[in-house]
Protein backbone atom coordinates (compact mmCIF):
# COMPACT_ATOMS: atom_id res chain seq x y z
CA UNK A 1 0.00 0.00 0.00
CA UNK A 2 1.78 3.29 -1.11
CA UNK A 3 -0.54 6.04 0.13
CA UNK A 4 1.55 8.93 -1.10
CA UNK A 5 1.62 7.47 -4.62
CA UNK A 6 -2.30 6.78 -4.45
CA UNK A 7 -2.74 10.36 -3.36
CA UNK A 8 -0.81 11.58 -5.83
CA UNK A 9 -2.71 10.00 -8.65
CA UNK A 10 -6.15 10.89 -7.48
CA UNK A 11 -5.13 14.53 -7.95
CA UNK A 12 -3.95 13.61 -11.56
CA UNK A 13 -7.73 12.33 -11.76
CA UNK A 14 -8.67 15.48 -10.55
CA UNK A 15 -10.43 14.32 -7.69
CA UNK A 16 -9.12 15.44 -3.86
CA UNK A 17 -7.91 13.67 -1.07
CA UNK A 18 -8.20 15.04 2.40
CA UNK A 19 -5.78 12.33 4.97
CA UNK A 20 -6.90 12.62 8.51
CA UNK A 21 -6.16 10.82 11.35
CA UNK A 22 -8.85 9.40 13.26
CA UNK A 23 -12.72 9.59 13.62
CA UNK A 24 -12.21 12.43 16.15
CA UNK A 25 -10.35 14.51 13.31
CA UNK A 26 -13.17 13.22 10.67
CA UNK A 27 -16.15 14.64 13.13
CA UNK A 28 -14.13 18.09 13.18
CA UNK A 29 -13.63 17.88 9.76
CA UNK A 30 -17.36 17.46 8.74
CA UNK A 31 -18.75 19.93 11.16
CA UNK A 32 -16.27 22.35 9.59
CA UNK A 33 -17.18 21.75 6.26
CA UNK A 34 -20.86 21.32 6.09
CA UNK A 35 -22.77 24.47 7.34
CA UNK A 36 -25.64 24.35 9.58
CA UNK A 37 -29.39 23.19 8.30
CA UNK A 38 -27.50 21.77 5.52
CA UNK A 39 -29.68 18.83 3.55
CA UNK A 40 -27.48 16.16 4.05
CA UNK A 41 -28.05 12.55 2.38
CA UNK A 42 -25.95 9.12 3.14
CA UNK A 43 -25.21 6.03 1.32
CA UNK A 44 -25.05 2.16 3.50
CA UNK A 45 -21.79 2.55 5.35
CA UNK A 46 -20.36 0.59 8.19
CA UNK A 47 -17.46 3.42 8.61
CA UNK A 48 -20.08 6.38 9.32
CA UNK A 49 -21.82 4.46 11.22
CA UNK A 50 -18.61 3.16 13.33
CA UNK A 51 -17.27 6.80 13.52
CA UNK A 52 -20.03 8.48 14.83
CA UNK A 53 -21.09 10.41 11.31
CA UNK A 54 -24.82 9.12 11.63
CA UNK A 55 -24.83 10.65 14.88
CA UNK A 56 -23.70 13.94 14.25
CA UNK A 57 -25.90 14.08 11.28
CA UNK A 58 -28.97 13.17 13.81
CA UNK A 59 -28.05 15.83 15.96
CA UNK A 60 -30.29 18.41 14.90
CA UNK A 61 -28.15 20.81 13.12
CA UNK A 62 -28.30 19.67 9.56
CA UNK A 63 -31.64 18.70 7.57
CA UNK A 64 -30.71 14.86 7.54
CA UNK A 65 -32.50 12.60 4.86
CA UNK A 66 -32.50 10.07 7.38
CA UNK A 67 -33.26 6.39 5.49
CA UNK A 68 -33.19 4.59 8.91
CA UNK A 69 -35.68 5.46 10.53
CA UNK A 70 -37.69 2.73 10.73
CA UNK A 71 -41.07 4.51 10.43
CA UNK A 72 -40.43 4.91 6.81
CA UNK A 73 -42.89 3.17 4.73
CA UNK A 74 -41.22 1.92 1.44
CA UNK A 75 -42.65 5.05 -0.78
CA UNK A 76 -40.72 7.47 1.99
CA UNK A 77 -37.81 5.64 1.99
CA UNK A 78 -37.93 5.99 -2.12
CA UNK A 79 -38.30 9.21 -1.74
CA UNK A 80 -35.59 10.05 0.44
CA UNK A 81 -33.57 8.03 -2.46
CA UNK A 82 -34.83 10.33 -5.08
CA UNK A 83 -34.10 13.56 -2.66
CA UNK A 84 -30.56 12.90 -2.08
CA UNK A 85 -29.72 13.82 -5.56
CA UNK A 86 -30.68 16.95 -5.19
CA UNK A 87 -28.85 17.52 -1.76
CA UNK A 88 -26.19 19.52 -0.39
CA UNK A 89 -24.22 16.60 0.60
CA UNK A 90 -23.75 13.72 0.46
CA UNK A 91 -21.87 11.25 2.16
CA UNK A 92 -20.54 7.70 1.93
CA UNK A 93 -18.59 4.99 2.36
CA UNK A 94 -16.24 3.12 -0.56
CA UNK A 95 -16.06 -0.52 -1.48
CA UNK A 96 -11.76 -0.23 -2.97
CA UNK A 97 -9.74 2.57 -3.61
CA UNK A 98 -6.81 1.63 -6.36
CA UNK A 99 -3.24 2.72 -6.39
CA UNK A 100 -3.84 4.58 -9.63
CA UNK A 101 -6.55 7.00 -8.15
CA UNK A 102 -10.30 5.03 -8.99
CA UNK A 103 -12.55 4.56 -6.62
CA UNK A 104 -14.61 1.26 -7.22
CA UNK A 105 -18.37 0.38 -5.45
CA UNK A 106 -20.61 -2.42 -5.54
CA UNK A 107 -24.40 -1.66 -4.71
CA UNK A 108 -27.57 -3.65 -4.32
CA UNK A 109 -30.41 -1.04 -5.92
CA UNK A 110 -28.45 1.63 -6.97
CA UNK A 111 -29.23 4.33 -4.31
CA UNK A 112 -25.97 4.69 -2.73
CA UNK A 113 -23.53 4.62 -6.52
CA UNK A 114 -25.90 6.88 -8.40
CA UNK A 115 -25.78 10.47 -5.61
CA UNK A 116 -21.60 9.91 -5.98
CA UNK A 117 -22.22 10.08 -9.59
CA UNK A 118 -24.56 13.01 -10.35
CA UNK A 119 -26.91 15.33 -8.08
CA UNK A 120 -25.23 16.09 -4.87
CA UNK A 121 -23.55 19.33 -4.77
CA UNK A 122 -21.07 17.79 -2.93
CA UNK A 123 -20.13 14.32 -2.49
CA UNK A 124 -17.74 13.40 0.33
CA UNK A 125 -16.69 9.72 0.17
CA UNK A 126 -14.78 8.16 3.45
CA UNK A 127 -12.39 5.09 3.23
CA UNK A 128 -10.23 3.53 5.72
CA UNK A 129 -6.49 3.13 4.14
CA UNK A 130 -7.72 -0.74 4.44
CA UNK A 131 -9.18 -0.50 1.56
CA UNK A 132 -6.48 0.72 -0.90
CA UNK A 133 -5.40 -1.89 -3.23
CA UNK A 134 -2.81 -2.18 -6.20
CA UNK A 135 -5.15 -2.25 -9.52
CA UNK A 136 -8.53 -2.64 -10.72
CA UNK A 137 -8.42 -6.57 -10.46
CA UNK A 138 -7.37 -6.39 -6.86
CA UNK A 139 -10.24 -3.91 -6.38
CA UNK A 140 -12.85 -6.34 -7.38
CA UNK A 141 -11.49 -9.39 -5.91
CA UNK A 142 -11.68 -6.73 -2.73
CA UNK A 143 -15.32 -6.56 -3.30
CA UNK A 144 -15.86 -10.18 -3.80
CA UNK A 145 -14.05 -11.55 -1.05
CA UNK A 146 -14.62 -9.01 1.54
CA UNK A 147 -16.64 -6.12 1.24
CA UNK A 148 -19.65 -8.35 -0.70
CA UNK A 149 -19.68 -11.62 1.58
CA UNK A 150 -19.71 -9.41 5.24
CA UNK A 151 -22.16 -7.07 3.68
CA UNK A 152 -24.78 -9.59 2.90
CA UNK A 153 -23.84 -11.14 6.58
CA UNK A 154 -24.58 -7.77 7.49
CA UNK A 155 -27.85 -6.99 6.27
CA UNK A 156 -29.36 -10.69 7.18
CA UNK A 157 -29.18 -11.78 3.35
CA UNK A 158 -28.85 -15.77 2.80
CA UNK A 159 -26.81 -15.40 -0.77
CA UNK A 160 -24.29 -17.68 -1.09
CA UNK A 161 -21.05 -15.63 -0.39
CA UNK A 162 -22.38 -16.01 3.07
CA UNK A 163 -21.50 -19.67 3.09
CA UNK A 164 -18.48 -19.72 0.96
CA UNK A 165 -16.89 -16.72 2.26
CA UNK A 166 -16.63 -15.50 -1.37
CA UNK A 167 -18.58 -14.13 -4.36
CA UNK A 168 -19.92 -17.10 -7.09
CA UNK A 169 -21.17 -14.85 -9.30
CA UNK A 170 -25.02 -16.42 -7.96
CA UNK A 171 -28.05 -15.76 -9.53
CA UNK A 172 -30.10 -14.67 -6.34
CA UNK A 173 -33.19 -12.34 -6.39
CA UNK A 174 -31.62 -11.12 -3.40
CA UNK A 175 -27.95 -10.30 -4.38
CA UNK A 176 -26.79 -6.90 -3.30
CA UNK A 177 -23.83 -7.04 -6.23
CA UNK A 178 -26.34 -5.74 -8.88
CA UNK A 179 -23.91 -2.71 -9.88
CA UNK A 180 -20.34 -2.28 -10.11
CA UNK A 181 -18.77 1.47 -10.36
CA UNK A 182 -15.51 3.12 -10.91
CA UNK A 183 -14.97 6.39 -10.33
CA UNK A 184 -11.53 7.68 -12.46
CA UNK A 185 -12.24 10.59 -12.41
CA UNK A 186 -14.55 14.01 -12.38
CA UNK A 187 -15.13 17.42 -14.06
CA UNK A 188 -15.15 19.43 -11.16
CA UNK A 189 -12.21 18.67 -8.96
CA UNK A 190 -14.60 19.92 -5.64
CA UNK A 191 -16.78 17.97 -6.29
CA UNK A 192 -16.34 14.50 -5.09
CA UNK A 193 -13.62 14.64 -2.43
CA UNK A 194 -12.34 11.35 -0.59
CA UNK A 195 -11.12 11.37 2.60
CA UNK A 196 -8.85 9.00 3.76
CA UNK A 197 -8.53 7.78 7.61
CA UNK A 198 -5.42 6.05 8.87
CA UNK A 199 -6.35 2.86 10.20
CA UNK A 200 -8.79 0.31 9.46
CA UNK A 201 -12.59 1.64 8.83
CA UNK A 202 -15.06 -0.75 7.64
CA UNK A 203 -15.14 -3.57 5.05
Not at 39 to 54: K, N, R
Amino acid sequence: MNIDKTIKNFKRNNITVTLLDNPEELVDFIKKNIPVDSTVGVGDSVTLESTGIYDLLRSGNYCFLDKYNKKLTKDEKRNIYINNFNADFFLSGVNAISENGCIFNIDGNGSRVAPMLYGPRKVYLISGINKIVEDESAALERMRKIAAPLDNRRCGKENPCVKVGHCVDCKSKNKICNYFTKIQGQFDAERIELILLNGEYGY
